[in-house]
Structure formats: structure tokens, C-alpha cells
């Protein structure tokens, strides 16, 4: 039986675009819990970025969703079906690249297609082989012989010659170089705009997520401190520029998250940005008094990923409540 005749019976009988779904996940080492009853949705079409500090539990995740560790409590779904117990099934419809990968270093180019060919219903070839030639990889190269950014172009080459449904991305560009880094995601995004795509990938490479990402989830200790359309998060974030600090009292609506002084004056980051409200407050302070800057999306995922407030200075603790308090619980 193909992968095509097996796509609807591997659909559970929960909604049909829910492509990855955590429902209460919590996985323990020991003592130590590093996911915390954990509930999240990868829909049909997203390009779902994972973000967090070393250790905020992104990799446990991965591994759950791809049914390589079994989970401590709750349950994680592919495609409707249980992640663990379905896995051998599964994984057909699913192209990875792992952080670190576990190719045969003696393995070239072209033996790794023919290998991988066999495991998969829906290989390409063509495509395959294509990429390296963009990518300027000899496929008679043997795997162990190149860079460390020509490896990961084989990885995600293999990935996505399984014409795969789902897209499994573990920090791809880790340890790469600039050039290396742009390339991967420049590929990305033309096959992101050749054919329907669902993307899970985790990185701390923020200016390639923004570019790629359609929605982003950010972990911090466990929990998720932001789950959330990425277009939406830039519409409501902004820095407001105060010539006076006494102003800052004034921004209450807008929820500031963040306060940097600056001379006299003071800028906020505020997370509750409204163009109406903006306008009338600019109006009751005076135009010259307030001015409005976009925030990076790296210093916006900054205030997500502080430590715990209990961690955190007072000033720290009240900024990172404020913006978890926003962030948790979103759908």
C-alpha cells in the first residue's frame, strides 16, 4: 500500500489540518521536568517556528513530534495519530533535518539518494540532484569530506526529495557561516513558494525566521510564553520615543513591556499597539513629544526568553510578567 492510499486512514478523526498537535505534553529526565503540560497546533500551510534559549525544551518537542521519545504525560499527534505508537507509518510523510546529523561519512551524494529512494513512495530524483547542482555539491563527494554548510544542504536536499507533507527543520543553520546561512533560507523560501508546505523548524537565527515564519512559539522554561501568528505580533508591538519620561504614565493602555531611558526623555516598548490610540495620545501630549519606531523581532522574542521572574532583578520581572501574561494562552 503507498503513502497515498494510507493518507486518509492516517488521519484521525479530529480536524483534518491540524498537521502536529501537543495535548498536555510533559516530558521528565528524572527530577526534572522540561516540558510542562504543553498544548500547541501546527496547521495545514504554516511555517511554524520553534524559538527559545538552549535548554527551553525545543529539542525534547522535536523529538516527541517525531516519535523518538516517548512522552512523560499528555500526547503528541501527526496527522491525527498518536506520534509514538504510529511512528513507522508516519514518518513517510515527514522530511527531516536533524541538529546533528548521522549520514555515513564514506556515503557520496548520489549513494544517498539511491538508499534513501527506497524508503520513501514519492522520491525526486530530478530535484534532489537539482539542489546540489544550485548548491554546488559534486554528488560523487563523499558526505564526510564536506563543509559543515555543504552538509546541511545535502540534509535538507534529502529532506525535501521525500516530497514530504511535513517539514521537520532542527536548527538547520546552526554553526554556519553568513553566506551558508542565507542559502538555506533562500531555498526555503522558493520551495515554499513552488508548492504546499507545513514547516516545524526551531532556530536562534531570527532574521531567517522572520522571513520564512508565518507563525512563531517561543519557549521559556518549559511553557509556552508566546504562541502566535507572526504578522500579528509586529502589528502590536511598537517603541514609543518620549521627550519626557513623566510621559511614560500615559502609555497604560498600550501595555508597555520595556522601558530604555534616554537623556531626559524615555523610549517603550509597548505591546498593545493601537493606531487610534497612538493618534489621540499624540494628539494630548503634542507631536513633537512622542514619535514611533518597528522593533526588531529580536528584541521583541528578548523579552520572551528572560528568565523567570523569580530569577530576574524587580524591573526585569515586571517586564517579563507583563509580556507573558499577554503571550500564554494564545490560541
Not at 554528488?139 to 534529502?158: C, D, I, N, T, Y
Request: proline share 5%; net charge negative.
Amino acid at each position: 500500500m503507498s503513502f497515498d492510499d494510507l493518507d486518509q486512514d492516517l488521519m484521525g478523526p479530529e480536524d483534518p489540518e491540524t498537521i502536529v498537535a501537543a495535548r498536555g505534553l510533559t516530558v521528565r529526565y528524572g527530577a526534572k521536568t522540561l516540558l510542562h503540560e504543553l498544548d500547541l497546533e501546527v496547521r495545514e500551510g504554516q511555517v511554524y517556528a520553534l524559538l527559545g534559549r538552549n535548554g527551553a525544551g525545543k529539542s525534547s518537542l522535536v523529538r516527541c513530534v517525531l516519535g523518538l521519545q516517548p512522552v512523560s504525560g499528555g500526547r503528541v499527534e501527526l496527522f491525527g495519530r498518536d506520534a509514538w505508537t504510529h511512528r513507522h507509518r508516519l514518518m513517510g510523510r515527514i522530511g527531516v533535518v536533524p541538529e546533528e546529523s548521522d549520514v555515513p561519512p564514506s556515503m557520496t551524494g548520489a549513494q544517498l539518494s539511491r538508499f534513501s529512494s527506497g524508503l520513501y513512495d514519492h522520491w525526486d530524483h530530478a530535484a534532489y540532484h537539482s539542489r546540489l547542482e544550485r548548491f554546488g555539491i559534486d554528488p560523487k563527494q563523499s558526505f564526510g569530506k564536506l563543509s559543515r554548510g555543504q552538509k546541511a544542504q545535502v540534509m535538507l536536499a534529502l529532506a525535501l526529495a521525500a516530497s514530504p507533507r511535513l517539514l521537520v527543520l532542527d536548527d538547520p543553520t546552526l554553526g554556519l557561516d553568513m553566506v551558508a546561512r542565507k542559502a538555506v533560507f533562500e531555498d526555503l523560501v522558493d520551495e515554499l513558494a513552488t508548492r504546499p508546505l507545513t514547516v516545524l523548524i526551531t532556530s536562534h537565527d531570527l532574521p531567517g525566521i522572520e522571513r520564512l515564519a508565518t507563525h512563531i512559539a517561543v519557549l521559556r522554561d518549559g511553557r509556552l510564553a508566546m504562541d502566535e501568528e507572526l504578522e500579528s505580533v509586529k502589528q502590536r508591538y511598537r517603541w514609543l520615543d518620549l521627550v519626557d519620561a513623566d510621559d511614560v504614565q500615559t502609555l497604560s493602555e498600550l501595555e508597555p513591556v520595556s522601558e530604555q531611558a534616554r537623556g531626559r526623555g524615555s523610549s517603550v516598548l509597548v505591546q498593545r499597539f493601537d493606531p487610534k490610540s497612538f493618534e489621540e495620545l499624540r494628539d494630548a501630549l503634542g507631536a513633537h513629544r512622542v514619535s514611533l519606531r518597528v522593533p526588531s523581532l529580536e528584541e521583541i522574542l528578548l523579552l520572551q526568553t528572560e528568565p523567570s521572574p523569580s530569577e530576574s532583578s524587580p524591573a526585569q520581572a515586571t517586564a517579563t510578567r507583563a509580556s507573558s501574561s499577554a503571550g500564554e494562552g494564545r490560541p
